[in-house]
Structure formats: structure tokens, C-alpha cells
């Protein structure tokens, strides 16, 4: 009576220990797989993010409002410009190596293998070609505006004309400026006198500087190239003197602006992110922000260690607990085991086939019912989380079925094993004769 108690415990405790031990090794071998930098980096690349970034999230619609928070109603460039000026200077092919770049030195950080935090962009590529870019989509919008039509039918007097012009003059150079994103028109000066041309420069370049909205740095680069792009309107080609004044009022100013920035790289033309996060974003200093860091690093190792050891332990308390419920019957040991093995794997791997079909719904609702309001909602950004986030917990569980596969499936094999071997050997005893099973120990009938 005693003894069957005592059985009846330890088989409760086996199972107990038994699911407590896989669950804590499966739990640490998924930890330790999700600081593994490939992980990110595959399924930030399956979903093809860095490619819809520009086509999803810096729509013309977001790229209009982000502007808008970040610059007032300054217009550089349209929505569409500026989206093709980000996709030149940052292509995707750079966004996905500085991700990728940056998931590795996090994961060496997290792993213990680099002892700081350390988060870089390459900004020195990116800064290159900015100028260059912008000019060339200045340049682009130069030549695809209409020239204006002869003045000449609206006003009789040379000083009407002069002011038509020096109107049409200034409002195109206020659009390469700053002021808007848009050349109505570029005026036709053919017709005028050298004279009468530079008289509506000059009306028109006063026009611009006296806009207080202009920025100080390019109403300081057209002042000195003033004289130069006077010389180029002798000619009356107001192309040429537009495109002159992009490349010396828009460009210097921009590089001078480009200098502050370029001061906070690395002698390797690096922007390191973590004092950026630490200071303006979290709001500390980059020491604190460090100690902060290491301590969450000392506690997922701690995790691992922990979870490690007491999956181990269990295990061991699974061997002794069979040995002792099964003692000297090494078959019924077995039987236990791919018990267990196909009971819990087949449970989970059940379990996670359905959960597979049903977290991006369930995802997808919980994070639309906890959207917080925001004063700016870029869309596609969410769409964009949700999809990488649902790629993730995906790659996850298709790993966990994979186990719970090949428990199901070891279970099934030993069970199988088990099966044929218990039918050969019972076909066998039928077949040895009677004195045979007398000398293995059976009882001889009477």
C-alpha cells in the first residue's frame, strides 16, 4: 500500500520536473537565440524594410507633415524631392548595412564578447552626397520651369516691365532659397536692354534679401555672390543665373550648416548613437546610461545561468525519480520516457500550430487598441513595427515546432522501437520449447 503511494508521488514528480525542465531549456535556448544579431537582420530583410521605408513610411503625405514638425513652413523642396534626395544620399543598401551593423555590436555588447555599448552610423558617405544631391534636384526643377511670356503686351513703360521682371526674378530665386517648393515660371529677359536686366536683378536680389524669412547663412552666401551672378544675367539667360546662384548661395550655405554636424563625428566620419540616446533622448548622462546598460546585460546572463541550472537539476531529479519508480524494470523506464516525449510534444506542437495562425491578428489588435495619441501619426510606421514584430515571434515559434516536432518524433521512434522489440521478443518465447522457459527462470507446468 505504502509502496504504491510512495509511486504514485514520484510519478507526479517526474512529470512535474520533466515539464519544468523542457520549459526552462526551451525559455533559454530562446533567449539565447534572440541575442544572436541574425535573427533581426533576417527578418528586417524577409520583410524587405529597408525598401519600405521610402514606399511605405516617407510617403509624400508623412514626408509633408514630418517637415513641416521639424522645419515650420519652410519649403526646400517638395514632398517628392525629398523623398528622392533621402533615397540618394541614405539607399536602402546603406540603411541595411548600418542596421545590420549596429545589431552585431549590440549583440557582441549583450553576448560579453565587447565590453561598451557602442552604436555607430557612417555619416561620412551620406554627407557627401547631400550637396550634391540637392543641387542636382534644384537644378532639375530649374529646368523644368516654364519660361514666362514676353511682359512686353502688359505694360507700355520700361519701368512697369522692369518691375513685371524683377517680380518674376526674385519670386525664383526666393524658391531655390527656401521659400517654396515651386518655380511658377522663369522669366524671359530677351527682350530687354542690358541695361533694364540688371536693373531687375538688382530690384529683385533687394526683393530677397529683405525677406525676413530667409535663412541668414544663404542671405549672407547670395550678398557675396551678388556681383558674380550679376555678370552671368548680362547674358538675359535667367537659367544660367538661377543655376549659378544654387551652386553659389544654396551650396556654400548648406556645407556651412554641414559643418556643425560633421563636428560631432569620429575621426572615422562616425555618429555615435549611444551619447544620442543617453542625452537627448533618455535624458542622462552617457556613464549613467552605461551602468544602466551593463547592469540589464548582468541580469539576462544571470537569466540564462539560472535557467540553465535549474533546467539541469530537474533533469537530474527526472533520472533519479524514473530510476526510483522503475527500479530493475529498465522497459517500463523507457515506456515512461516516450510517454512523455509525445505527450508534451505532440500538446506543443499542437498549441503552437494554432497560436502560428493566430498571433498576427491577436498582435495586431493588441497593439491598435493601446495606440497612444500622438501629435504626429506617421502612417506606415505602425504597419512597419507591427510586420518585423509578427516576423519575429513567427521565426520563434516555427523554432519551437521544430522541437516539438522532433520530441513528437523521438517519442513516436522509441515507442515504435519498443513495439517491434516487445513483439519479436514475445513471438520468440512462443517458439522455444517448454524446458527452454524452465531454464530462464518460468514456473514448469504440472
Known amino acids: ?28 535556448i530562446n533567449l ?15 520583410q524587405n524594410v529597408y525598401q519600405r521605408i521610402y514606399t511605405d513610411v516617407l510617403t509624400p503625405e508623412n514626408l509633408r507633415q514630418i517637415w513641416e514638425e521639424a522645419s515650420g513652413d519652410t519649403k526646400i523642396l517638395s514632398s517628392d524631392e525629398l523623398r528622392d534626395l533621402f533615397q540618394t544620399v541614405a539607399p536602402p543598401e546603406y540603411l541595411q548595412v548600418q542596421v545590420e551593423a549596429n545589431l552585431a555590436f549590440l549583440s557582441s555588447y549583450v553576448t560579453g564578447e565587447s565590453e561598451d555599448l557602442e552604436l555607430y552610423l557612417e555619416m561620412a558617405g551620406p554627407l557627401d552626397r547631400l550637396v550634391g544631391s540637392l543641387v542636382d534636384l534644384i537644378e532639375a526643377r530649374i529646368e523644368e520651369a516654364p519660361v514666362l511670356s514676353s511682359q512686353q503686351e502688359q505694360s507700355q513703360t520700361t519701368q512697369s516691365i522692369v518691375a513685371g521682371y524683377s517680380e518674376e526674378i526674385a519670386q525664383s530665386l526666393e524658391s531655390i532659397l527656401g521659400d517654396s517648393s515651386d518655380i511658377a515660371s522663369i522669366a524671359d529677359l530677351s527682350e530687354l536692354t542690358e541695361e ?52 553659389t548661395a544654396v551650396a556654400p550655405a548648406v556645407e556651412l550648416a554641414l559643418e556643425d554636424f560633421r563636428g560631432r563625428l569620429d575621426e572615422l566620419g562616425r555618429l555615435a548613437l549611444v551619447p544620442i540616446l543617453a542625452n537627448e533622448v533618455i535624458g542622462i548622462e552617457e556613464a549613467q546610461f552605461q551602468v544602466y546598460a551593463d547592469s540589464w546585460r548582468q541580469r539576462v546572463d544571470d537569466l540564462l545561468a539560472r535557467t540553465l541550472t ?18 530493475g524494470k529498465p522497459t517500463d523506464s523507457i515506456r515512461w520516457l516516450y510517454r512523455m516525449l509525445i505527450s508534451s510534444g505532440g500538446a506543443s506542437l499542437a498549441l503552437l500550430v494554432l497560436a502560428y495562425f493566430a498571433v498576427p491578428n491577436a498582435v495586431d489588435r493588441i497593439v491598435g487598441g493601446s495606440r497612444m495619441n500622438r501629435q504626429v501619426e506617421v502612417e506606415g510606421i505602425v504597419e512597419l513595427v507591427l510586420d ?45 520449447p517448454k524446458e527452454m522457459e524452465s531454464a530462464r527462470g518460468g514456473c514448469p507446468e504440472t
Not at 500500500?1 to 526551451?26: D, E, H, N, P, Q
Not at 539565447?32 to 524577409?46: H, K, N, T, V, W
Not at 539541469?312 to 526510483?324: P, Y
Open 1 to 28: 500500500m505504502y509502496t504504491w503511494i510512495l509511486r504514485a508521488i514520484a510519478s507526479i514528480l517526474f512529470a512535474l520536473c520533466f515539464y519544468v525542465s523542457i520549459a526552462l531549456l526551451l525559455f533559454h
Open 32 to 46: 539565447r537565440a534572440m541575442l544572436d544579431d541574425q535573427i533581426y537582420a533576417e527578418s528586417l530583410a524577409g
Open 196 to 247: 533694364e536686366i540688371l536693373e531687375a536683378f538688382d530690384q529683385a536680389v533687394a526683393a530677397v534679401l529683405d525677406n525676413p524669412s530667409l535663412d541668414p547663412r544663404i542671405r549672407d552666401a547670395l550678398v557675396e555672390a551678388q556681383p558674380e551672378l550679376r555678370q552671368t544675367l548680362r547674358t538675359g539667360s535667367t537659367r544660367e543665373m538661377l543655376r549659378e546662384a544654387t551652386r
Open 310 to 327: 535549474i533546467a539541469i537539476v530537474s533533469l537530474a531529479i527526472c533520472v533519479a525519480l524514473l530510476a526510483a519508480i522503475n527500479w
Open 388 to 432: 518585423i514584430v509578427i516576423s519575429l515571434i513567427l521565426s520563434r515559434m516555427l523554432a519551437l515546432m521544430w522541437l516539438a516536432g522532433a520530441a513528437l518524433a523521438l517519442g513516436v521512434v522509441i515507442w515504435a522501437g519498443m513495439f517491434a522489440w516487445e513483439r519479436s521478443r514475445k513471438k520468440y518465447q512462443e517458439m522455444e
